[in-house]
């Protein structure tokens, strides 16, 4: 990135915002950015804690909301936690001698569907943001929320922050995205689970995608899929590193995901682990075994806006199958009671069953294009471990294995050994 009068984006994470005294260093490092001649949009997420205290009021007087208007009064309810982390960080900003102006989704406004506690940017309108920096404001955005058509307020889901980081970073075309978190960079795992976890200078965009996906926290999955469509440069790194760091030293550090696929990265045949313990496995037993019926079950799954994962069709004996699939933990009780009210029944399958004490864990690397036996060294690793697995799912840069949860740490460890990250080259 080059360091000349560049449209940069930041986004801090609830942690980075959690105390007056933390937002007040937010401040000084987007101060510095801001004097050095750079135009900047802020967007921070609400306080640390403060989504879940909010939530929990919430829940308190209705225990399981499922109705959408009972989700639409919870995305009204959440979104304020946000409002309080902008205006915060626009008087910490004018206090440091800066002109700032903060912003909601709906005032930008960042326009979404009606999807309430999980819903999707479908445009940002940059005029207003681009007028304010024109005239040499910092303009500090909400994450994690918007509005629709109707003029609903929305949020995003969980870490939409990020993602309403990159949508803006793309809308307006931005030089770079940092993303500031609790942790300086992408690793090869979790170090908490991993001690020896490595953290990687720069990872493909593909590589992080799949990590995303499969369970890693540090991006959302959305802002690296709007990170991919737009080509918005992205740096993950760290915001308890000291505020004054020097410029171009702040601007190299962390991780960046690249679109550029180099001779060392091709090296890396396996380049990260990821895992997920927040799923869950449903079985429908003796299903007809007929054209339609993956249709017939996973069709009502989605109608209720729930995402599926892993899916699995067993062999066929006597006419009739067994149909495996896996789904967020959170939303296991509404697919179980979906199946075994509607669906089993309506189709003629003979059960339904479940598991919500699994867990995913898997291997990637943009070098398993190019490498054979990289599944094989996998399931030998687990096997050697005693880790039986239950299902499988491969792509052509990832293999992931649903196990007992039980085993999650212990297989995570012994691949991260098996496949030497974390001596492999930075």
Known sequence: MTLTMALIVHKYGGTSMGSTERIRNVAKRVAKWAR?????????????????????????LMPDPRE?????????IASTGEQVSVGLLALALQAE????????????????????????I???????????????RVVIV???????????????????????????????KADECLIYTDVDGVYTTDPRVVPEARRMSTISFEEMLEMASLGSKVLQIRSVEFAGKYRVPLRVLSSFTPWDI???????????????????????????????????????????????????????????????????QNVSHDGRTDFSFTVPRNDYARVMDLLKGQVAPAMGATAVTGDPKICKVSIVGIGMKSHAGVAAKMF?????????????????????VVIDEKYMELAVRALHRAFELEAAAA
């Not at 479908?122 to 040499?136: E, F, H, K, P, V």
């Open 36 to 60: 050095a001649g750079h135009q900047m949009v802020v967007v921070p997420s609400a306080m640390s804690g403060e989504t879940n205290r909010l939530l929990g009021l919430a829940k308190e």
């Open 68 to 76: 959408p208007q009972s989700l639409r009064e919870l995305d009204m």
């Open 97 to 120: 001698g800066l002109d700032a102006v903060s912003y909601t989704g709906w005032q930008v406004p960042v326009k979404t569907d009606s999807a309430y506690t999980k819903a999707r």
């Open 122 to 136: 479908t445009s940002i309108d940059d005029a207003r943001i681009r007028a304010d920096l024109q005239q040499g």
């Open 142 to 172: 909400t994450g994690f929320q918007g509005i629709d058509t109707l003029g609903h307020i929305t949020t995003l889901g969980r870490g939409g922050s990020d993602t309403s980081a990159v949508a803006v970073a793309a809308a307006m």
């Open 246 to 312: 020097e410029l171009a030293e702040e601007a190299r550090s962390g991780t960046l995901i690249t679109f550029e696929e180099d001779e060392k990265m091709e090296q890396a045949v396996v380049s990260g682990i990821a895992f997920n313990r927040d799923e869950a496995k449903v079985t429908v037993l003796g299903v007809p075994d007929k054209p339609g019926v993956a249709y017939q079950i996973l069709g009502a799954v989605a109608d209720a806006n729930i995402d599926v994962d892993v899916i699995i």
């Open 380 to 400: 030998r690793t687990l096997s050697e471990e005693s880790i039986n697995i239950q299902m499988i799912s491969t792509s052509e840069i990832k293999t992931s």
